[in-house]
């Protein structure tokens, strides 16, 4: 079993920033890929961004591109997610994810990941 905790979350100003952690505790994979998904109130949980194992590939959703960078740190089984330029339609609760992978690639689809955090909310005041 994985664990996974995020932390980071909160109330922030539009155009201000910040960063989501995530640890990942418990059993380990050879390769696994993380993600951030995020939900907002009465919407289904959507794809934000994911990194590959080797942190070499990266993806993201449109509508966070040069605005949001995901970062990890195998050594500490972390992941992180800096959001800068926020906007209120940002708001919403951020889960941490973990997929595992037989090769270096990135997951894209909530439906391929193996293990969740529980979120951590992020509002964007206007």
């Known amino acids: 079993q994985v664990q996974l905790v995020e932390s980071g979350g909160g109330l922030v100003q539009a155009g201000g920033s910040l960063t989501l952690s995530c640890a990942a505790s418990g059993r380990t994979f050879s390769n696994y890929a993380m993600g951030w998904f995020r939900q907002a109130p009465g919407k289904e949980r959507r794809f934000v961004a994911s990194i590959s194992w080797s942190g070499s590939r990266t993806a993201y959703t449109d509508s966070v591109k040069g605005r949001f960078t995901i970062s990890r740190d195998n050594a500490r089984n972390t992941v992180n997610l800096q959001m800068n330029s926020l906007k209120p339609e940002d708001t919403a609760v951020y889960y941490c994810?973990?997929?595992?992978?037989?090769?270096?690639?990135?997951?894209?689809?909530?439906?391929?990941?193996?293990?969740w955090g529980r979120g951590t909310q992020v509002t964007v005041s206007s």
């Open positions: 994810a973990v997929k595992r992978t037989d090769a270096d690639v990135v997951a894209v689809s909530a439906s391929g990941y193996d293990y």
